[in-house]
């Protein structure tokens, strides 16, 4: 699963880097679907825990984080998000991300 997040002033930090909030955001939601398409049609994800690294001040014309299911279990699903600073071409990962998200039946 990729998320791209384009670069924008709103989601920068007081010292011109993109805000650990954004970076964040990007990382749980690329996991959680990556851990949704291992599950059941009829049902849903939502995250229990969550740990992030940032490796490197993120600066760039966008953002890309990329979540990988890592193991699948009965109830939960371990996931994995880099997310990468991208600018003129180059990337460089600036956050890892692990995710645990369960899977949950639909409310209707």
Do not use: W
């Not at 995250?47 to 990329?66: C, D, H």
């Not at 998000?81 to 409310?107: C, D, H, N, R, Y």
């Amino acid at each position: 699963m990729e998320i791209v997040l384009p670069y924008s002033d709103r989601i920068l930090q007081q010292h011109g880097f993109i805000h650990a909030g954004a970076i964040a955001t990007i990382a749980d939601s690329a996991c959680g679907y990556a851990g949704l398409s291992v599950m059941p049609r009829d049902s849903a994800v939502l995250t229990t825990e969550f740990k992030i690294n940032l490796l490197s001040p993120a600066k760039g014309e966008r953002l890309r984080a990329v979540g990988r299911v890592v193991r699948r279990g009965k109830t939960l699903v371990v996931t994995l998000g880099e997310v990468f600073a991208e600018s003129a071409g180059a990337a460089k990962q600036v956050a890892l991300m692990t995710e645990l998200p369960p899977a949950l039946p639909v409310i209707t």
